[in-house]
């Protein structure tokens, strides 16, 4: 190889890594639109960010930091300008193109993390080899490819935590101020982009102390701390404006995070984090590169501790915090994946190393990142099909009158069952048959949605706690002849029956009591699922062939609509 081919091999794998991510975080990115069923996704950011145009900058809402918000808030800019009203109909009149915009901006950062990951694991172990492998893994685990997919901040935030990882990485090898910086910078606007990135100001203090280069270590972290509350300032600015509302949000973050909220989900089958979360890394990061991370950071502590004290507490001390609070969620460990992969990289080549052959690296590798690229690709085949809720609704359209009234559970946004046929959000006023597609029962016990009278509020996780056989009759009585049932909500009565002895008893009236007509599933001919929060919403397992949950409407015998 030439000294120019040479010189341009390592830019090449560079941008070849991030082709390859953003394309496995860009197939299918459209999935469900116009409506957007993932409850996140459609309550928080682009909203928000749609409604920053009416009030100013001031988001008004902590409880996720609004630094992609912002960057959404800019997007939309460009895109619409920033008259409110020309923005509101824009975004009333085609939604899909401003979560088509979010969601191409949520995989264009997580791709971006890749690079920045590979360089992040060359500059810590001086090995372009090392540094290619972890870009490559962080590329096609599966959560990251998945969650890339989506109008959230989960993956955005892995790409400035992967800036501030090459900062920590130049700490190590060299000391310098400017490394402390990039360090803190980066890690200001991770945080700013998702609160548990700030897990990470541990490895920086650990490479601050642990680097053999001799250098003013505490004037190094000034130079970290005050540009990385800088950065996140600048990115939250009205954490310091709006201060108040700032700290009573964290605090209730906090709060929910921890389960004392409304406690644990109904349906979670682990009792307990740590193992849910060890679990999680075996399909979200990948069998074999979890047993690598974890053997390279054993090997980094026999070989190289100082390594070890850089790269180990971080993910450790988020196992431990998240793992013993009572709401689990597999995305919350995300900003971690960049360290894990950088720690399976070093195990594949020191494996490889002691058996010399120069084949057993690319080997290696090739095993480690199979599973990961065989289920992201899987998931963007399946996330490019209809989703079974726009399947029923297809369905209902031709053989369910406008106007007509209908019970559906919570699994799709109310604009699926309102819109009168055409993709514009806002509902319209229900019970009156004008403009709704269908006029759609509340989720709670004993009320009918209408204009007139409110109905309480049933958090999503609880709707189940609420149901009882009696309500089938209410319906009857009420002329709501058709039920849509869909396993998102069933399948966690039937994962913890003892939870809702209630919720199955009304499932069985409701089979009694109705006739199913329709009945459309993910998975095809190959199977079923068992329910699970993860893969109901994920989609990981190999036998799903569209995304959504299973859907089946009855109709009610002896109901006058």
């Given at each position: 190889?030439?000294?120019?081919?040479?010189?341009?091999?390592?830019?090449?794998?560079?941008?070849?890594?991030?082709?390859?991510?953003?394309?496995?975080?860009?197939?299918?990115?459209?999935?469900?639109?116009?409506?957007?069923?993932?409850?996140?996704?459609?309550?928080?950011?682009?909203?928000?960010?749609?409604?920053?145009?009416?009030?100013?900058?001031?988001?008004?809402?902590?409880?996720?930091?609004?630094?992609?918000?912002?960057?959404?808030?800019?997007?939309?800019?460009?895109?619409?300008?920033?008259?409110?009203?020309?923005?509101?109909?824009?975004?009333?009149?085609?939604?899909?193109?401003?979560?088509?915009?979010?969601?191409?901006?949520?995989?264009?950062?997580?791709?971006?993390?890749?690079?920045?990951?590979?360089?992040?694991?060359?500059?810590?172990?001086?090995?372009?080899?090392?540094?290619?492998?972890?870009?490559?893994?962080?590329?096609?685990?599966?959560?990251?490819?998945?969650?890339?997919?989506?109008?959230?901040?989960?993956?955005?935030?892995?790409a400035p935590l992967a800036l501030s990882l090459v900062g920590v990485a130049g700490i190590y090898r060299t000391g310098r101020m400017r490394?402390?910086?990039?360090?803190?910078?980066?890690?200001?606007?991770?945080?700013?982009?998702?609160?548990?990135?700030?897990?990470?100001?541990?490895?920086?203090?650990?490479?601050?102390?642990?680097?053999?280069?001799?250098?003013?270590?505490?004037?190094?972290?000034?130079?970290?701390?005050?540009?990385?509350?800088?950065?996140?300032?600048?990115?939250?600015?009205?954490?310091?404006?709006?201060?108040?509302?700032?700290?009573?949000?964290?605090?209730?973050?906090?709060?929910?995070?921890?389960?004392?909220?409304?406690?644990?989900?109904?349906?979670?089958a682990q009792t307990h984090g740590l193992g849910y979360y060890l679990?999680?890394?075996?399909?979200?990061?990948?069998?074999?590169?979890?047993?690598?991370?974890?053997?390279?950071?054993?090997?980094?502590?026999?070989?190289?501790?100082?390594?070890?004290?850089?790269?180990?507490?971080?993910?450790?001390?988020?196992?431990?915090?998240?793992?013993?609070?009572?709401?689990?969620?597999?995305?919350?460990?995300?900003?971690?994946?960049?360290?894990?992969?950088?720690?399976?990289?070093?195990?594949?080549?020191?494996?490889?190393?002691?058996?010399?052959?120069?084949?057993?690296?690319?080997?290696?590798?090739?095993?480690?990142?199979?599973?990961?690229?065989?289920?992201?690709?899987?998931?963007?085949?399946?996330?490019?099909?209809?989703?079974?809720?726009?399947?029923?609704?297809?369905?209902?359209?031709?053989?369910?009158?406008?106007?007509?009234?209908?019970?559906?559970?919570?699994?799709?946004?109310?604009?699926?069952?309102?819109?009168?046929?055409?993709?514009?959000?806002?509902?319209?006023?229900?019970?009156?048959?004008?403009?709704?597609?269908?006029?759609?029962?509340?989720?709670?016990?004993?009320?009918?949605?209408?204009?007139?009278?409110?109905?309480?509020?049933?958090?999503?996780?609880?709707?189940?706690?609420?149901?009882?056989?009696?309500?089938?009759?209410?319906?009857?009585?009420?002329?709501?002849?058709?039920?849509?049932?869909?396993?998102?909500?069933?399948?966690?009565?039937?994962?913890?029956?003892?939870?809702?002895?209630?919720?199955?008893?009304?499932?069985?009236?409701?089979?009694?009591?109705?006739?199913?007509?329709?009945?459309?599933?993910?998975?095809?001919?190959?199977?079923?699922?068992?329910?699970?929060?993860?893969?109901?919403?994920?989609?990981?397992?190999?036998?799903?062939?569209?995304?959504?949950?299973?859907?089946?409407?009855?109709?009610?015998?002896?109901?006058?609509?």
């Amino acid at each position: 190889m030439s000294a120019v081919s040479r010189r341009w091999a390592w830019p090449a794998a560079l941008v070849g890594l991030f082709a390859l991510a953003l394309i496995l975080r860009l197939v299918g990115f459209k999935t469900g639109l116009p409506y957007v069923y993932n409850a996140d996704e459609n309550a928080h950011f682009v909203p928000r960010a749609i409604g920053m145009f009416g009030h100013g900058w001031n988001p008004g809402y902590f409880i996720n930091p609004p630094a992609f918000t912002y960057v959404l808030h800019l997007l939309f800019a460009i895109r619409w300008g920033t008259d409110p009203a020309s923005v509101g109909g824009a975004f009333a009149a085609n939604p899909t193109e401003a979560f088509a915009i979010a969601r191409a901006a949520s995989g264009f950062l997580g791709a971006l993390a890749v690079p920045l990951t590979a360089i992040a694991g060359a500059r810590l172990f001086e090995d372009k080899r090392v540094g290619f492998i972890a870009g490559a893994l962080l590329a096609v685990a599966f959560l990251p490819v998945h969650y890339g997919h989506f109008a959230l901040n989960d993956a955005p935030t892995m790409a400035p935590l992967a800036l501030s990882l090459v900062g920590v990485a130049g700490i190590y090898r060299t000391g310098r101020m400017r490394e402390y910086v990039l360090a803190g910078v980066g890690l200001g606007l991770a945080i700013a982009t998702k609160y548990q990135a700030g897990i990470v100001v541990v490895t920086i203090v650990a490479a601050a102390f642990a680097s053999p280069v001799v250098h003013s270590r505490l004037k190094g972290l000034a130079f970290a701390f005050a540009p990385m509350l800088l950065a996140f300032l600048v990115a939250n600015p009205y954490a310091l404006l709006d201060r108040t509302q700032f700290i009573d949000d964290l605090q209730k973050q906090t709060s929910t995070a921890a389960g004392n909220e409304g406690g644990g989900k109904l349906g979670l089958a682990q009792t307990h984090g740590l193992g849910y979360y060890l679990q999680t890394f075996t399909w979200g990061f990948g069998w074999l590169p979890s047993l690598l991370a974890l053997g390279g950071l054993g090997g980094l502590i026999a070989r190289h501790r100082r390594l070890a004290i850089v790269l180990a507490p971080a993910p450790i001390l988020l196992l431990l915090y998240f793992g013993n609070n009572s709401r689990f969620f597999a995305r919350w460990m995300l900003p971690m994946y960049p360290i894990l992969a950088m720690s399976a990289a070093w195990a594949i080549v020191a494996l490889a190393e002691r058996w010399r052959p120069r084949v057993l690296i690319p080997a290696l590798a090739a095993l480690a990142l199979l599973q990961p690229l065989v289920f992201s690709v899987h998931n963007d085949v399946v996330l490019a099909r209809d989703d079974t809720r726009q399947v029923a609704r297809d369905w209902m359209r031709q053989n369910i009158p406008i106007g007509t009234k209908i019970v559906m559970e919570p699994i799709a946004p109310d604009q699926w069952a309102t819109d009168a046929g055409h993709p514009v959000f806002g509902e319209p006023p229900l019970g009156t048959g004008s403009g709704a597609r269908w006029n759609k029962y509340a989720t709670s016990r004993s009320c009918f949605k209408t204009t007139v009278r409110p109905c309480p509020v049933v958090k999503l996780e609880d709707y189940e706690r609420t149901l009882h056989p009696p309500l089938i009759e209410s319906y009857a009585n009420g002329g709501f002849c058709w039920v849509i049932s869909g396993s998102t909500q069933s399948g966690r009565a039937y994962a913890d029956p003892e939870e809702v002895p209630d919720a199955l008893e009304y499932y069985d009236e409701l089979r009694k009591r109705g006739d199913e007509v329709f009945h459309v599933s993910p998975y095809g001919e190959r199977g079923r699922v068992p329910f699970s929060f993860d893969y109901s919403f994920n989609y990981y397992p190999l036998d799903y062939e569209r995304p959504g949950p299973e859907i089946t409407i009855y109709k009610l015998r002896n109901c006058d609509p």
